[in-house]
């Protein structure tokens, strides 16, 4: 088995069901959805974004450890997210959850050679997040920016402009 595949598969399986679910107190996209949270733009995105999370799991087996920057993957699997579609940052909650996540997972299987322990990928993902680069801030910052760029694109799309205002992260972290 071929572990980077495997990232690749179940990160598109997560995107594309994480719309179902029903989240008591959560707009699902099967009633209450809007314009911009269709179901068929969760599929498109997370096929689309999947493939920087295979860079991912193939930076961190070429690195044998954490690299020294892992959310540059994270804005490109966002900027590529939109591809093909129409809608704002459907995944962009997903993206920034699994990045450390599958992060943490690669190493467990780097160590162990497996990847089932729920409580070590969870004591390890907290490690993950602590030992981030500054290169890592800057790109989730970046990150950040993006995802407000493409959500006011897709209310300009609708007539819908809203202020952009971008969040100031400065002395934040």
Not at 11 to 19: D, F, H, K, Y
Not at 55 to 70: E, F, H, S
Request: glycine share 6%; proline share 5%; charged share 25%.
């Amino acid at each position: 088995m071929d572990i980077r595949r495997e990232v690749l598969r179940n990160v598109i399986l997560s995107q594309a069901l994480e719309p179902l679910g029903k989240k008591p107190g959560c707009t699902t996209r099967l009633v209450d959805s809007s314009p911009g949270t269709k179901l068929e733009y969760f599929l498109l995105s997370g096929a689309n974004s999947a493939w920087a999370f295979y860079d991912l799991a193939d930076r961190v087996l070429a690195a044998g450890r954490q690299p020294d920057c892992i959310y540059d993957l994270a804005y490109e699997a966002q900027a590529a997210s939109v591809r093909n579609r129409m809608g704002g940052k459907v995944n962009y909650g997903q993206i920034l959850l699994l990045f450390p996540v599958v992060t943490a997972q690669m190493l467990q299987y780097l160590e162990t050679g497996a990847n089932d322990s729920v409580e070590d990928l969870m004591a390890r993902t907290g490690d993950i997040l602590r030992q981030c680069s500054e290169r890592d801030m800057a790109w989730i910052e970046d990150f950040v920016h993006l995802g407000y760029q493409l959500s006011a694109r897709h209310h300009e799309r609708l007539g819908q402009t809203r202020p952009f205002a971008p969040p100031d992260f400065a002395r934040r972290y």
